[in-house]
């Protein structure tokens, strides 16, 4: 989702932010004025922060299981266009010709065009017709022996696995977190902050420094969540690393 420049800037932000109200908040309310309250205040952050707590690690959980996942199903993409290549050597000449070029031009797709269009939010994805045309390339098959037969009934079985494993990933490309989520993460985060600017000391470095250190790692795992949960985009996102390892194995096997 973001850049690393814009990822920085967003942590830069909230820590400036965090230090300009600590500041403005020592000027108007000493923190020899609020210590009277750190009883009250404590039992406050200590529920508000626990609740916060509870609450990001269940999302980071969520959207790193969401990421694994998606890595998983785009692998299994890759090696059922591997299957569907080597089963091709059992169907005729002409299917087994046609179906070892198309699933060469289906990797090549993917990784050359489909990838960058997912990386850039984009849900035109090229490999379509590419799968169309395997389809019809393995059902118009004319087999004469039991391999023949047996070669394309497996490869339709792995043609129809890769064209499942294919919606999953476009649907995975597309999928966020609701926007009731990142309110509820957003405010909580603000608001656990800023129960944390309340505390009253004589020493306000060492408070500074908590609450400083409190807004960068909320901030820091805010970031982390965003960029998580768009498996194919932003710094860490899914690699096409199946794929790649699909068009290297093609150009090992012989293609008749």
Known sequence: MFTTFEDVAI?????????????????????????INNDI????????????AVIMGFMLYAVWTAFQSAEINANHEANCVVNVFRLAYGLPAEQRDQ??????????????QEWPEMSRGESKLAGQPVVEKLWAAVVQAKPVTFAEQTSMSLTLTEISNMTQYRRVREIESESRLPNILWILMILGGAITTLSFFLFGTDNFKLHAVQVLSLTLLISFTLVTIADIDRPFQGIVHVRP???????????HLPFN
């Not at 205040?41 to 916060?52: D, H, N, P």
């Not at 690393?241 to 150009?251: K, M, N, V």
């Open 11 to 35: 942590i830069l932000i909230c820590f400036l932010l965090s230090l300009l109200i600590l500041l403005i908040l020592q000027h108007f309310w000493p923190g020899s004025r609020r210590r």
């Open 41 to 52: 205040i404590g039992w406050q952050v200590s529920i508000l922060g626990t609740t916060y």
């Open 99 to 112: 179906v070892h070029q198309l699933a060469q031009t289906y990797a090549n797709v993917v990784v050359d």
């Open 241 to 251: 690393l199946g794929f790649e390892r699909a068009r290297d194995t093609f150009a």
